[in-house]
């Protein structure tokens, strides 16, 4: 089975350029979670989808990070003007929709760095 | 609001020893439990989970108890191998809804 695909895996690029991750769910699997990973604060949750549609996106730092769900295979994860303090490894995960009991299935993240 | 307490790593043991990860939460509701692996280079994955009262989630040899009457599912193995030194996250989600909430993580090192 294809677990969730994220591309690249690496990325590094110098302060205040355009970042775009990029995210395949598992197939079937009706929510989507876009999580940042850093030493300081641990594993943080920027937003998640349901059906395609943004449910909650309070955890999105400021207006340079934006995402979308342009359809049930594919999500990005935006970031403009990139800036040295968003270096981390961004995970995406996917689950099928329901209660609350089902688990999320995380891909091999991107390790972004911004110079 | 919601959140998972874990124990502070990093914890270190030799090859072979008993293994205990404690976690506590606090919720409003009947939440669903979780541990995760993270594995370096690695997303987190899936160890066990367990969704209501006095259920055990099991997997790999690691065993987990929800206890509602002191809030807390911990982590345990009876002998560890050098192959499960990892990060473990304890993980809550509120039934009807689909956000997890994560505790900080703890570092395993398993010495041979």
């Known amino acids: 089975d294809a677990g969730v695909i994220q591309s690249p895996r690496h990325e590094v690029t110098e302060m205040g350029q355009e970042v775009t991750l990029r995210c395949k769910p598992i197939?079937?699997?009706?929510?989507l979670f876009w999580y940042r990973q850093t030493m300081m604060r641990g594993l943080e949750l920027l937003i998640y989808?349901?059906?395609?549609?943004?449910?909650?996106d309070s955890g999105m730092p400021e207006d340079r990070f934006s995402a979308k769900m342009p359809n049930a295979s594919f999500s990005t994860l935006k970031i403009q003007p990139s800036e040295p303090r968003d270096s981390a490894v961004y995970f995406c995960?996917?689950?099928?929709?329901?209660?609350?009991?089902?688990?999320?299935?995380f891909g091999d993240g991107t390790r972004l760095s911004i110079l | 609001g919601d959140s998972v307490t874990q124990m502070e790593g990093p914890v270190t043991l030799s090859e072979e020893a008993f293994l205990t990860i404690n976690c506590t939460y606090t919720?409003?509701?009947?939440?669903?439990l979780f541990w995760y692996v993270q594995y370096p280079g690695e997303g987190l994955q899936l160890l066990l989970k367990?969704?209501?009262?006095?259920d055990k989630g099991s997997n790999k040899g690691f065993e987990a108890t929800y206890r509602k009457e002191t809030t807390s599912f911990h982590l345990e193995k009876g002998s560890v191998q050098v192959s499960d030194s990892a990060v473990y996250f304890c993980a809550l989600s509120d039934k009807g809804a689909q956000k997890l909430v994560f505790g900080q993580g703890t570092r395993l090192t398993i010495n041979p």
């Open positions: 995960a996917s689950s099928p929709s329901g209660t609350g009991e089902q688990p999320q299935h």
């Open positions: 919720a409003t509701g009947y939440p669903s």
């Open positions: 367990a969704t209501k009262a006095d």
């Open positions: 989808f349901n059906n395609n549609v943004p449910i909650d």
């Open positions: 197939s079937g699997h009706n929510s």
